[in-house]
């Protein structure tokens, strides 16, 4: 149904309609609206049966997941930045146990210095952990992507996290098109787990492994990823026969084709992105956009078959990789080894710096005229940094950053 | 799934012996040939494993108690790594292990998932060894405990972080030695006045049922384990398991430590619900802390090079004090 709704809310009931089980729920902003829009939906008997737990910490909710959906319920939950970091260890456990849970991460900045606003670090910073990660777009992408996350993940027996922008999508209100509960049951048969606990049928999980086969295993983990870029657009064009929308698939090539200088984005940017590119265009430079919807697996081929052509590409990362620069640029640069093009990283939007159409404009057309490095980081308020940098060359111990600068700007200078 | 192990017999507890002369529905769980054996024999346990024994009958007798519906969520340690080498395992019932600190959130999913499914035949079991439970896991367990999740949480404690080699715990009993409470200098071993009791500390949630037992009392644990599993709710039993390895005491006395440590009045057994305590389990023969301590390497450095007669005495008013607190004395009949 089309209505005027909130980001959250149009998440909260798609994830509804895809009748989780078992939903566990920690409070952290940007992420709070859905959980508890689910709690009512709960509460109201719209989703029956579902066991709705709160718990005492994001730690604590993954566990809690990991159980339920070793015991063979669809499993949900919903978190973001701190509240992410502080699961790590159960976010490795449930991947390499094979649990199909579902979780929406509500992107936010990592602290110090604590921020509540968005960019990519959270969830970037478990590109390694053996989850799935699907980066939405938009609104409407981002509640479509759930059912087609829950059919993914239970396909492969694989967690897969639905990424989408904080506060951005979250607390946007926009026309969704919210599926409807008969449209998702023909979509997403009910869960049936491969391995579940169960007495008549017992089995262990979760044993310990030694050297003689845990590499078999992390191989084997790897290539079950690997099936993923099969299924993902598999499931994407399913979904696409199913609501007559397109949401998912691996990647979005936005006026690539004949495109000197390709930009690469994840989320929301995409939209001001694409925007600039038709401006771009219209004044007849070559330029092009390519949105990456599945992080991991990065669909390197893919990536490659679009980009190799371009003579140069401009990564926009919205989280950093301190001490070498860009996440998603080195995942780009795997895709493209052995083609000599222009690579540029531009680290852009951190901590909710907004990324406007006038610093795009600006920036792709340093990287057009050959003025832009290898790595940037748009709209950096040089003065600012310049001083700490001074004071940093005069003592090896100049003091934190973050309680430098804030003394800076508290005496005006 | 291995088929189902021959039962072997063991002679084990002070009552066990007498089990041929009761009804066989009073018999001991363990004295039944059809005993589900939860846990199979040759797992890679050190002899004499009291945690090993534990958990035999713990899981043995919850599983009785449902019909053989049990599901089983269990921390990282000894009790997991001997269990589970890949590509074996020693468990005849399902069985999850996640991680360290989380056991009993994990065991919450479970049960989650079992209500969602109308499973309420099914029944969860979570367990750990004492730095699962006391420690890293301790914030998972509390809230397991505050949502009253219908689980029974088992805390085998050895005293001491046993599978990474002996360190201390928040339920290593000051003066002990550890790897990393050394004994050495004026206050040796653990420090007077840390650690924690989480019995209390679970009865503090008043929920339905806390209890305590020891190795040495099979029978009591067995009760005690069918007691819970006939209550719905947090349930939570800590069942002393003496650690041949860890204390420095022969394989074979594993039983006899842990009624010395109940004796002693150093471990107090018993019952409590809903935050109150129900029913405590008398000294029969009260026994000088002095006959608990000497047996075990861990408080060698108490007696040689010279008796620590101070320490000595402060153990023992912490054992009176267990005595007094819960009235374990046994009323003398004039
Ligand atoms: C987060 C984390 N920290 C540390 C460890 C290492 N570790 C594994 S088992 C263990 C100690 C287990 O002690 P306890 O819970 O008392 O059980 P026991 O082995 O004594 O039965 C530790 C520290 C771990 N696995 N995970
Ligand atoms: S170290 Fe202790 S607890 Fe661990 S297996 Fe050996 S005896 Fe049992």
Redesign the pocket.
């Known amino acids: 149904m089309l209505k005027q709704t909130e980001g959250s809310r149009a998440v909260a009931e798609t994830v509804a309609y895809c009748r989780p089980e078992v939903i566990a729920a920690y409070p952290i902003s940007p992420q709070t609206h859905i959980v508890e829009e689910l709690s009512r939906l709960v509460k109201s008997g719209a989703l029956k049966p579902c066991e709705y737990v709160n718990v005492e910490s994001e730690f604590a909710a993954m566990s809690l997941c990991i159980g339920a959906s070793a015991a063979g319920a669809r499993t949900y939950t919903a978190t973001a930045s701190q509240g992410l970091l502080y699961m790590v260890?159960a976010l490795y456990n449930a991947a390499g146990l094979g649990l199909p849970i579902v979780m929406t991460v509500a992107n936010r900045a990592i602290g110090a210095p604590i921020n509540i606003w968005n960019d990519h670090s959270d969830s970037m910073s478990q590109r390694d952990s053996g989850w799935i990660q699907l980066y939405a777009r938009d609104n409407q992408e981002a509640a479509d992507l759930h059912p087609q996350a829950f059919r993914l993940a239970e396909e492969l027996s694989l967690p897969v996290m639905v990424c989408m922008d904080g506060f951005v999508l979250t607390h946007a209100w926009e026309r969704i098109e919210v599926p409807e509960q008969a449209q998702v049951d023909a979509f997403l048969a009910p869960y049936e787990p491969r391995q579940v606990l169960d007495p008549d049928e017992p089995v262990s999980i979760g044993a310990m492994v030694g050297p003689e086969a845990f590499t078999e295993v992390r191989y084997l983990a790897h290539a079950k990823q690997m099936q993923a870029l099969e299924a993902i657009p598999d499931i994407a064009r399913e979904f696409r026969q199913a609501f007559a929308r397109d949401s998912g698939g691996l990647i979005h090539p936005y006026a690539c084709e004949f495109a000197d200088t390709i930009v690469v984005a994840l989320g929301s940017v995409l939209g001001t992105v694409c925007d600039v590119v038709d401006e771009m265009r219209a004044d007849g430079v070559r330029i092009g956009a390519l949105g990456i919807t599945s992080f991991r697996p990065f669909p390197l081929e893919a990536v490659r078959t679009v980009l190799g052509h371009a003579r140069r590409v401009v990564v926009l990362e919205r989280a950093l990789a301190v001490g070498v620069g860009g996440i998603v640029s080195q995942n780009v640069r795997t895709a493209l080894s052995g083609i000599r093009l222009d690579g540029h990283t531009v680290v852009a939007g951190l901590g909710g710096r907004p990324i406007t159409k006038e610093s795009l404009h600006r920036l792709f057309a340093d990287a057009i005229a050959g003025r832009l490095g290898h790595l940037e980081f748009l709209d950096l308020d040089t003065g600012l940094v310049e001083r700490e940098l001074a004071r940093m060359a005069q003592s090896r111990r100049s003091g934190p950053s973050a309680e430098n600068i804030l003394r800076d700007v508290g005496s005006n200078r | 799934m291995n088929a189902a192990q021959q039962v072997k017999f063991y002679q084990v507890g002070s009552l066990a012996a007498g089990n041929r002369l009761l009804d066989p529905e009073l018999r001991s769980d363990q004295a039944d040939p059809a005993r589900s054996n939860a846990l199979t024999c040759g797992h890679r346990a050190c002899q004499g494993c009291g945690?090993a024994l534990g958990a035999r009958y713990v899981l043995d007798a919850a599983q009785r108690a449902s019909g053989g519906k049990v599901i089983a969520v269990n921390?990282?340690?000894?009790?997991e790594?001997f269990s589970t080498p890949y590509p074996q395992t020693s468990w005849q019932l399902p069985w999850l292990h996640s991680?360290?600190?989380n056991a009993p959130a994990v065991a919450s999913g479970v049960a989650a998932a079992l209500r969602a499914k109308g499973r309420t035949d099914i029944r969860v079991v979570g367990q750990?060894?004492?730095?699962?439970?006391v420690d890293?896991g301790l914030g998972c367990l509390s809230g397991m405990f505050e949502r009253n999740d219908d689980v029974l949480y088992v805390c085998?404690d050895?005293e001491?972080?046993?599978?990474?080699g002996v360190?201390r715990?928040g339920a290593t009993p000051p003066t002990a030695r550890t790897a990393t409470t050394q004994a050495v200098g004026e206050e040796p071993g653990a420090p007077f006045g840390q650690g924690k009791s989480l019995p209390l500390i679970a009865m503090a949630h008043e929920i339905p049922y806390v209890a305590t037992a020891t190795v040495a009392g099979l029978r009591d644990l067995e009760a005690k384990v069918h007691r819970a599993m006939g209550l719905r709710g947090a349930r939570y039993l800590h069942v002393l398991v003496p650690?041949p390895l860890?204390w420095g005491t022969a394989s074979c006395d594993t039983v006899r430590i842990a009624r010395l440590a109940e004796q002693s009045g150093l471990f107090p057994v018993f019952e409590a619900a809903g935050g109150e305590v129900t029913e405590v389990t008398k000294i029969r023969r009260r026994v000088p802390v002095e006959e608990y301590l000497r047996p075990q390497k861990r408080y060698a450095h108490l007696f040689t090079p010279e008796v620590r007669t101070d320490v000595i005495a402060r153990l023992q008013r912490a054992a009176d004090r267990n005595i007094a607190r819960f009235d374990l004395a046994e009323e003398v009949v004039s």
Do not use: H, K, P
């Open positions: 260890e | 945690e921390a990282t340690g000894c009790l790594v991680l360290f600190g750990g060894g004492d730095g699962g439970t890293i085998y050895n001491a972080y046993m599978n990474t360190q715990s650690c860890g």
